[in-house]
């Protein structure tokens, strides 16, 4: 089975500044998706960012990129000036290519101080 | 946009009752999930659908049943309430194998 894995289960930031949450997986399938999620408090879980395994460029969806390693099986998530609003947990996903479940990471609580 | 919606934001029950939880989405989406969130633990699949009537076991499925008899409409159900079960309960859908969306979730309490 796959795992996903969150090492920082919080962090901070200041705002304007970037910051970098983790993400590790176990898998040996070849072909995946991996996502990040954000939930704000009290608010729905919405997707910030997708990055399908076959494709070597990183995504990059505006002030948030990640950094895909393959063969080294991470998956980090950098936001850039970061603001206010982006307080929230954030969750890291994977998805094994040709099924529709994902697993989830432990989840990081980011907290961005004014 | 892609509405999930969910029956209750908080609910207390009292062990050994029957729970029901229903999420409704309205996009014709085929696939349907139901998972439970705990601090330190991060999302869990407990069951999900692939079609009207179909289901599948997530990681934790035990202690919970589900059902779809519509395509729009995916209950998850608590057939004797117990105090572990004590969690927020998020309902998700997605269309063939894509992003999921969530709903707001609710917050079981088992007393």
């Known amino acids: 089975a796959q795992t996903v894995t969150q090492s920082q289960p919080e962090m901070s930031v200041q705002e304007a500044e970037t910051v970098t949450l983790s993400c590790t997986y176990d898998?040996?399938?070849?072909?995946?998706?991996l996502f990040w999620y954000k939930q704000p408090p009290s608010r729905q879980m919405i997707l910030v960012i997708r990055?399908?395994?076959?494709?070597?460029q990183n995504a990059t969806e505006n002030r948030f990129s990640v950094n895909f390693q393959k063969a080294a099986k991470s998956f980090s998530l950098k936001i850039s000036d970061s603001q206010l609003g982006d307080t929230a947990m954030y969750f890291c996903a994977f998805m094994k290519h040709g099924e529709v479940d994902m697993r989830f990471g432990a989840g990081t609580r980011l907290t961005v101080k004014p | 946009d892609v509405k999930v919606t969910q029956s209750s934001r908080y609910l207390v029950k009292r062990t050994g009752e029957k729970v029901f939880l229903e999420c409704v989405q309205d996009m014709d989406h085929e696939n349907m999930f139901w998972y439970r969130q705990d601090p330190g633990l991060g999302l869990r699949l407990i069951y999900f659908?692939?079609?009207?009537?179909?289901?599948e076991k997530g990681d934790i499925p035990e202690g919970y049943s589900v059902s779809r008899e519509k395509k729009e409409r995916f209950s998850l159900i608590l057939e004797s309430a117990s105090t572990n079960q004590t969690s927020m309960y998020l309902c998700a859908s997605s269309l063939r194998a894509g992003e999921q969306y969530f709903g707001p979730g609710t917050r079981l309490t088992v007393t």
């Open positions: 990055q399908e395994a076959y494709k070597q």
């Open positions: 659908s692939y079609d009207v009537k179909m289901k």
């Open positions: 898998t040996s399938e070849s072909n995946y998706y």
